[in-house]
């Protein structure tokens, strides 16, 4: 310190000599600390106030697991729909779970950009999307959020028609078991882990024991209630997150999203609403046999009968040239709340027209304008059911410059609803990938500074919200 002394006594008579020392030493650290060997990630060491590392906060680690979980569920890909009448899913593993590519289209579809995507594959997309994220760690101690990549949606599919519970349950409690020996876990215990489903929440979320309920009961073990999931649909707990279906559209670059935006703008509707779908009767409370009934008795509606393979719905070129032909697309609960359909019509540039919260308000807050009289028209089951509503009229009311206004809003979410190429990337939009993994690290973040504060995590994480699917709560 007798050597030393000389030199900080000087920075009371001469502050920049002082600051020039000071700047040293942190060059010096600094450089040594890029120096240092198999340290990928040392910006995260720094003061985030004081680097421009685009990855802070951002970090994504992800799980290596049993290949039981993922892969060997592609390489079986014939037992993903057992117990089913539909043709199995091995065609729509090419293209890294996009499906094959649609070459040929009669003009209604853009180029090289278009698939025959199954809309259960949406676990094998987002993993593929996730491996080529530009924030991933294989430290996971740095990480802002764990991203565990089982195939739940594909597993479950093997199980759901029968009646052996312990079949249906077992890859998620081997799972959890899995998770909950690895050290990752013990740092929130879980609750910066999240997982994807290509299936609806309500799948995970068996309510009894009995062999006539439906699902497995993976969401209500307690480890995995610790865990965030994203899924095309999510339930009424707070621990499920709702992503859009994938739809047909996987642009690999900027100028693909444009053209197509450009192409959807000015085409030509001769419908006024159109209806894709099949009914319901076995549903009590469906509307659909209602709305079918009076889009057959318009002269200004399409209706296009997906029942029974009497029209070829899981045809993209047939389903985009019927939406791109009419200005609005009735979207009402089927057999859940939700549907594929949302997005491939307003992909169309097609209005969406709603009939319950759930269908979509409640649903995609990350991805859905907040708006809703922005985008979309919404008409009420009961008005439908007991009053009789006449969607025509509903629809014939709203004036050309709202129709056009709508329309525009429409186009604007294009990009936040469908899922980029995973061999590729946007560089201007982000998509729906990116503004699900935005909002899970913006929800992990919440609770880790929840947990700063002295609070307890586990207040409200995995509660249910009884209020969720009302429309009083958010959008009255």
Same mark, same amino acid.
């Given at each position: 310190m007798e050597k030393s002394a000389p030199i900080f006594r000087g920075c009371y008579d001469n502050h920049h000599f002082c600051l020039a020392i000071l700047f040293s030493f942190l060059f010096c650290s600094l450089f040594l600390s890029f120096r240092a060997p198999n340290k990928a990630l040392t910006f995260?060491?720094?003061?985030?106030?004081?680097?421009?590392?685009?990855?802070?906060?951002?970090?994504?680690?992800?799980?290596?697991?049993?290949?039981?979980?993922?892969?060997?569920?592609?390489?079986n890909c014939h037992t993903?729909?057992?117990?089913?009448?539909?043709?199995?899913?091995?065609?729509?593993?090419?293209?890294?779970?996009?499906?094959?590519?649609?070459?040929?289209?009669?003009?209604?579809?853009?180029?090289?950009?278009?698939?025959?995507?199954?809309?259960?594959?949406?676990?094998?997309?987002?993993?593929?999307?996730?491996?080529?994220?530009?924030?991933?760690?294989?430290?996971?101690?740095?990480?802002s959020a764990i991203f565990v990549p089982f195939y739940a949606g594909l597993d479950v599919s093997r199980f759901l028609w029968?009646?052996?519970?312990?079949?249906?349950?077992?890859?998620?409690?081997?799972?959890?078991?899995?998770?909950?020996?690895?050290?990752?876990?013990?740092?929130?215990?879980?609750?910066?882990?999240?997982?994807?489903?290509?299936?609806?929440?309500?799948?995970f979320r068996r309510q009894r024991d009995e062999e006539s309920y439906w699902g497995s009961k993976f969401r209500f073990l307690p480890e995995s209630m610790n865990m965030s999931m994203l899924a095309v649909e999510a339930s009424s707990w707070n621990n499920?997150?709702?992503?859009?279906?994938? =739809?047909?559209?996987?642009?690999?670059?900027?100028?693909?999203?444009?053209?197509?935006?450009? *192409? %959807?703008?000015? @085409?030509? !509707?001769?419908?006024?609403? =159109?209806?894709?779908?099949?009914?319901?009767?076995?549903?009590?409370?469906?509307?659909?046999? *209602? %709305?079918?009934? @009076?889009? !057959?008795?318009?002269?200004?509606?399409?209706?296009?009968?997906?029942s029974y393979g009497v029209e070829r719905c899981d045809d993209p070129v047939n389903v985009i040239k019927v939406f791109r032909s009419s200005v609005f697309c009735l979207q009402p609960p089927g057999d859940s709340y939700t549907r594929r359909s949302i997005f491939d019509s307003?992909?169309?540039?097609?209005?969406?027209?709603?009939?319950?919260?759930?269908?979509?308000?409640?649903?995609?807050?990350?991805?859905?304008?907040?708006?809703?009289?922005?985008?979309?028209?919404?008409?009420?089951?009961?008005?439908?059911?007991?009053?009789?509503?006449?969607?025509?009229?509903?629809?014939?009311?709203?004036?050309?410059?709202?129709?056009?206004?709508?329309?525009?809003?429409?186009?604007?979410?294009?990009?936040?609803?469908?899922y980029a190429d995973p061999r590729s990337k946007l560089d201007f939009f982000e998509d729906a990938f990116d503004l699900a993994v935005k909002g899970m690290l913006e929800r992990i973040e919440k609770v880790r500074e929840a947990t700063r504060r002295g609070r307890d995590p586990s207040i409200g994480f995995a509660d249910e919200d009884h209020y969720k699917y009302t429309f009083s709560q958010s959008y009255s």
């Open positions: 995260k060491h720094l003061n985030p106030s004081t680097t421009t590392n685009p990855c802070f906060g951002r970090y994504v680690y992800i799980h290596q697991l049993p290949s039981r979980f993922n892969d060997d569920l592609l390489h993903l729909t057992r117990g089913t009448d539909k043709p199995n899913m091995c065609p729509y593993m090419q293209n890294m779970g996009l499906g094959p590519q649609i070459l040929t289209s009669q003009g209604v579809l853009t180029n090289n950009t278009w698939y025959a995507t199954n809309q259960f594959l949406l676990e094998v997309i987002f993993h593929n999307r996730m491996s080529k994220y530009a924030c991933l760690t294989n430290d996971s101690s740095v990480a029968l009646s052996n519970l312990t079949d249906r349950d077992s890859s998620g409690r081997d799972l959890l078991q899995w998770l909950a020996n690895r050290p990752e876990w013990k740092k929130m215990w879980g609750r910066d882990h999240f997982l994807i489903s290509g299936r609806i929440a309500w799948d499920d997150y709702a992503i859009p279906y994938p =739809t047909s559209f996987h642009p690999s670059d900027d100028t693909q999203v444009l053209q197509w935006q450009r *192409k %959807i703008r000015h @085409q030509k !509707r001769p419908y006024l609403f =159109t209806f894709t779908g099949a009914p319901r009767p076995e549903l009590e409370g469906s509307i659909r046999g *209602k %709305i079918i009934d @009076q889009c !057959r008795a318009s002269s200004a509606c399409k209706f296009v009968d997906c307003m992909l169309a540039g097609c209005i969406p027209v709603f009939f319950h919260p759930g269908t979509a308000y409640s649903q995609y807050k990350w991805h859905l304008p907040r708006n809703r009289t922005g985008y979309s028209v919404y008409i009420p089951v009961k008005d439908v059911k007991q009053w009789n509503t006449s969607v025509e009229e509903v629809l014939l009311g709203i004036s050309e410059s709202e129709v056009l206004a709508m329309r525009e809003e429409v186009l604007k979410v294009i990009p936040n609803i469908i």
